[in-house]
């Protein structure tokens, strides 16, 4: 059984950092890709950023571009959340992917991701 388990999320100024972990168990040698989406109350899922398992290529959504990097060890993944911004206060999930697909075309897409954490609250004040 796969799990996804984020951890990190806080409360943090403005133009601070902060560094979010996703713990996944189950299969991991099955992950084909992985990404983390954050949400707001009322407002649509958004893509953050994303990194397939094997070769690494990465992605970023236009607003962390140059702020945001993720990562990832054998078993997690991480997002390098530099120069916070208050409209990066959000949920943050992870999510994985354990199939095939054409990461540079769809990794912006949470209905491509299989799996889901329960996300970590990510609070920028200023």
């Known amino acids: 059984q796969v799990q996804l388990v984020e951890s990190g999320g806080r409360l943090v100024q403005a133009g601070g950092s902060l560094r979010l972990s996703c713990a996944a168990s189950?299969?991991?040698?099955?992950?084909?890709?992985m990404a983390w989406f954050r949400q707001v109350p009322g407002k649509e899922r958004e893509f953050v950023a994303a990194i397939r398992w094997s070769g690494g290529p990465t992605g970023y959504g236009n607003s962390v571009k140059g702020r945001f990097t993720i990562s990832r060890n054998d078993s997690a993944v991480f997002l390098q959340m530099n120069s916070l911004k208050l409209e990066d206060t959000a949920v943050y999930y992870c999510?994985?992917?354990?199939?095939?697909?054409?990461?540079?075309?769809?990794?912006?897409?949470?209905?491509?991701?299989?799996?889901w954490g329960q996300g970590t609250q990510v609070t920028v004040s200023s």
């Open positions: 189950g299969r991991t040698s099955a992950t084909y890709a």
């Open positions: 999510a994985r992917r354990d199939t095939f697909f054409t990461f540079t075309t769809y990794y912006m897409e949470d209905r491509q991701y299989q799996y």
